[in-house]
């Protein structure tokens, strides 16, 4: 039940944070949307950046009103085990994406323009999976285009340069908890030094990390920091406590990108969502129960029967979540706030 409990509060969040399911409808006018994404193959299991490019193009004679762009379950293809949206821009001008952001406003298009979304997403999967990405436009989101987004899996193999995010003590509660602590190491498991180290951990709006120490804070969340250098062999480490960020019981769930360089000329990038979240704050009066294991923002899942270490068996409470959106899509209800 806690389980049930916690992923319904889950899709709550999503909800709150503007998440929308798009009503598939036929078209009226005509435009483009193209994707560029690499790579086009991750290993398997292992958390992998995977930077998109998408450009909605109006090739229609009538403006596009409040074009967006929504991932939506692909219909060939199996979704990945987990995913986490790290970071997103709109023609070169940063948005303030968080872990669960499904859509992205394009806004008006003029006959003839064009917009482009660069977004970097942390994927992990052990199977073939991807997404469809539809550009949807106007009051009732009337659907214009799609292009669906794949990877395939590789054998894991050592990268030169790990990651990990741990929540530490092992034993922490999900919450409600006054602060959360996670642990950060990066590993340099080549032969040469690895130089200027770029860190970005993200966290969301709702959360703060404190003390911030050697680290530099934005304002969407994010927090920057550059490691020492790692000579082959050796590990850095870094201790994150998150409070409480002025928002009641604020459920915090961090994710870190590393790009760096070695002295042998080669450029690296490595990334870790983190393995638990927390909820934080006395969210006294929130109706929030705690308990239970905050697992990877995952992706909906298919099949029946109960999941591993759940309360009981029955569907899926992924899966309930999903029915739950395609429910609200066929009755034509959208939850998306406009931005």
Excluded at 42 to 55: F, I, S, W
Aim: net charge neutral; hydrophobic share 45%.
């Amino acid at each position: 039940m806690r389980t049930l409990v916690f992923v319904l509060g889950l899709l709550l969040l999503i909800l709150a944070a503007g998440g929308s399911f798009v009503v598939r409808a036929q078209g009226i006018g005509s435009a483009t949307l193209d994707a560029r994404c690499t790579p086009k193959s991750v290993p398997a299991g292992v958390d992998t950046l995977m930077q998109c490019t998408l450009t909605a193009r109006n090739t229609g004679e009538a403006v596009l009103a409040n074009a967006r762009l929504s991932f939506q379950p692909a219909a060939n293809l199996a979704i990945p085990d987990a995913y986490y949206f790290f970071r997103a821009r709109r023609d070169g001008v940063d948005l303030a994406a968080t872990q669960n952001s499904l859509d992205y406003a394009f806004g008006d298009l003029a006959p003839g323009a064009s917009s482009t979304l660069d977004i970097d997403v942390i994927v992990r999967s052990t199977h073939r999976a991807g997404a469809d990405a539809l550009l949807v436009a106007g009051p009732a989101y009337v659907r214009y285009a799609s292009v669906t987004i794949s990877a395939d899996p590789d054998p894991p193999a050592t990268a030169p340069l790990t990651v990990s995010l741990t929540r530490t003590p092992p034993d922490a509660e999900f919450g409600p908890v006054p602060s959360a602590t996670y642990e950060l190491r990066l590993t340099n498991n080549g032969r040469a030094t690895i130089r200027g180290a770029k860190v970005d951990i993200g966290y969301g709006p709702a959360a703060a990390l404190s003390p911030l120490g050697g680290w530099t804070a934005e304002g969407d969340g994010h927090a920057l920091a550059i490691a020492r250098p790692l000579a082959p062999g050796g590990t850095a480490l870094w201790r994150l406590a998150f409070m409480q960020n002025g928002q009641p019981c604020p459920f915090v769930y961090p994710a870190v990108v590393i790009t760096a360089g070695d002295d042998g000329g080669r450029t690296m990038t490595a990334a870790a969502i983190g393995d638990r979240g927390a909820v934080l704050g006395a969210c006294t009066g929130s109706g929030q129960g705690g308990g239970g294991d905050a697992q990877a923002l995952s992706l909906p899942s298919s099949g029946t029967g109960g999941t591993a270490g759940s309360d009981g068996p029955g569907m899926p409470a992924p899966l309930f979540a999903l029915a739950l959106g395609l429910f609200l899509a066929a009755a034509g209800y959208s939850v998306r706030r406009l931005r």
